[in-house]
T-cell receptor
Framework: EPEVTQTPSHQVTQMGQEVILRCVPI?????FYWYRQILGQKVEFLVS????????KSEIFDDQFSVERPDGSNFTLKIRSTKLEDSAMYFC????????????FGDGTRLSIL | QKEVEQDPGPLSVPEGAIVSLNCTYS??????FMWYRQYSRKGPELLMY????GNKEDGRFTAQVDKSSKYISLFIRDSQPSDSATYLC?????????????FGQGTELSVKP
């Protein structure tokens, strides 16, 4: 069964450093998403992306965050200058033909900021 | 009032029991309702996807949506130890061009052999 894959599974970074989280969505999917889950808290929406543009973003997704689809298969989340509070699980998801179709999630990247 | 509320549990049941998991929500515009299962150190895995009100069944799982009460449920019949996980409800509304899902807190379920 097709799946969303994320790398790395765990990233440890010094505060203030840039980090790039990578995702390979399901191949025929057109909509891509990033969510995060701080330990013990809800899964929170960050951003959605379609046709090489951001469709929607949350208040969390400030100027420190950016997303990119650099080629036909990868979808990345960049955090420019990491803060301690960016420590969380980051999940990538994709859906097929519309934003209201089911979203399928990867297993996440655990980001630890020291 | 929180947009989506879900009892975090933990909920412990014996193998073979019927499990009922629930979420309430405040936004009457929600029309798409999902249940995800999340094992430890894994991503959310889609279990059920429902549009608007009504019931949907898939094997041992039944999802119910009652829009008049703003209440959704997931029933698991003949529960198995392998069903032990955290169950997340999620929902989104029409005109939701971005596909943003709003999640509940998640209910931790433990099925004892």
């Amino acid at each position: 069964e097709p799946e969303v894959t994320q790398t790395p599974s765990h990233q440890v970074t010094q505060m203030g450093q840039e980090v790039i989280l990578r995702c390979v969505p399901i191949s025929n999917h057109l909509y891509f998403y990033w969510y995060r889950q701080i330990l013990g808290q809800k899964v929170e929406f960050l951003v959605s992306f379609y046709n090489n543009e951001i469709s929607e973003k949350s208040e969390i997704f400030d100027d420190q965050f950016s997303v990119e689809r650099p080629d036909g298969s990868n979808f990345t989340l960049k955090i420019r200058s990491t803060k301690l509070e960016d420590s969380a699980m980051y999940f990538c998801a994709s859906s097929e033909g519309s934003p209201n179709q089911p979203q399928h999630f990867g297993d996440g990247t655990r980001l630890s900021i020291l | 009032q929180k947009e989506v509320e879900q009892d975090p549990g933990p909920l412990s049941v014996p193998e073979g029991a019927i499990v009922s998991l629930n979420c309430t929500y405040s936004n009457s515009a929600f029309q798409y309702f999902m249940w995800y299962r999340q094992y430890s150190r894994k991503g959310p895995e889609l279990l059920m996807y429902t549009y608007s009100s009504g019931n949907k069944e898939d094997g041992r799982f039944t999802a119910q949506v009652d829009k008049s009460s703003k209440y959704i449920s997931l029933f698991i019949r003949d529960s198995q130890p392998s069903d032990s996980a955290t169950y997340l409800c999620a929902m989104s509304g029409p005109g939701n061009q971005g596909g943003k899902l709003i999640f509940g807190q998640g209910t931790e379920l433990s099925v004892k052999p």
